[in-house]
């Protein structure tokens, strides 16, 4: 999809490669901008709601309400009626060095791990925190966000990084002994998180 995007909700600029690659040029969209273009798009291609829409970005960036709250890498959200929700998402496919321990699906894998448990983002689990990007304490099952770490993938001879992402147990601070234990012996998929999370204060 191709769209012009109005001076005052977005422009062009560059970030410095951390792989000495040079400077990327990038571009920078506010996401309440895109969000409302988003959900117009959605809907005048009448997407079916039995479908998840997922938006993938190329080298461009989101940012809150003024471009110093920057940068924003995906989302994932919904809207609908009483009969019915349209749920959505949008990821960044990253250029590598842009971001520190992130690459290629690593924002795409977050929120669609996270769209899948927690779609409108008030599935409710006990209270976490302190941990990734949670600074103080949450209590919705997002998946993505206690964890801030990707593993290699390689799928036709391609090397993908996607995050590695908290499972049920974790959240639910399941142990055999309680019995809320679920999984395979590790509480995320590539083994990131090895215990249980401590009561959020």
């Known amino acids: 999809m191709s769209v012009t995007v109005p ?33 117009s798009v959605i ?36 809207y609908g009626t009483s009969t019915y929700n349209q749920f959505y998402g949008v990821g960044a496919y990253e250029a590598a060095g842009v971001f520190s321990g992130a690459q290629d699906i690593t924002a795409l894998s977050h929120e669609l791990g996270e ?27 997002e998946v993505g966000d206690p964890i801030q770490v990707s593993f290699p993938v390689v799928a036709s001879k391609y090397t993908y990084h996607p995050q590695d992402l908290a499972f049920f147990s974790w959240f639910y601070r399941g142990t055999k002994a309680n019995g809320e234990y679920l999984g395979t012996g590790k509480y995320s998929f590539n083994g990131t998180l090895t215990k249980i999370q401590a009561v959020c204060q």
């Open 115 to 141: 769209l899948t448990n927690d779609p409108l983002g008030d599935n409710p689990v006990p209270a976490w925190g302190h941990i990734g990007q949670q600074s103080g304490c949450q209590d919705n099952f």
């Open 7 to 39: 001076a005052a909700d977005g422009f062009t600029g560059y970030f410095k490669s951390d792989k000495g690659c040079g400077a990327k040029t990038m571009g920078f969209i506010k996401q309440s901008w895109f969000d409302a273009l988003n959900q």
């Open 43 to 78: 809907k005048q291609l009448n997407f079916p709601h039995t479908m998840v829409a997922f938006s993938l970005f190329n080298n461009t960036y989101m940012y809150g309400a003024t471009s110093a709250d920057c940068c924003i890498l995906g989302y994932h959200s919904g």
